[in-house]
Nanobody
Framework: QVQVVEYGGGLVEAGGSLRISCTAS????????LGWYRQAPGKQRELVATITRGGSTNYGDAVKGRFTISRTSAMLTTYLQMRDLKPDDTGVYYC?????????WGQGTQVTVSS
């Protein structure tokens, strides 16, 4: 059974930076897309960023220009570099790895931005 695990969450002051990462526990079917989503208390889960095997990226409007997604060439690890963090960025950040057949979600990592 593949496990997807996020690392690096924590508490940061507004205006600060944080990098979180996500790794798959084992090599499995070729991943096509790696992504980050987040969920704030009382809100729906929303897209943060995605990156494809070919390197194409897509960002949610709230994070464009501040966050950068990257990945290893093996598509087993993805990183989310977050800059100029705002209190509204607070939430649980979830990693999703997608093959043609299945989506794999991590358990999430908490990011808290203090004002």
């Amino acid at each position: 059974q593949v496990q997807v695990v996020e690392y690096g969450g924590g508490l940061v002051e507004a205006g600060g930076s944080l990098r979180i990462s996500c790794t798959a526990s084992s090599r499995f079917d070729n991943m096509n897309v790696l992504g980050w989503y987040r969920q704030a208390p009382g809100k729906q889960r929303e897209l943060v960023a995605t990156i494809t095997r070919g390197g194409s990226t897509n960002y949610g409007d709230a994070v464009k220009g501040r966050f950068t997604i990257s990945r290893t060439s093996a598509m087993l690890t993805t990183y989310l570099q977050m800059r100029d963090l705002k209190p509204d960025d607070t939430g649980v950040y979830y990693c999703k790895m997608s093959s043609q057949a299945q989506d794999y979600w991590g358990q999430g990592t908490q990011v808290t931005v203090s004002s």
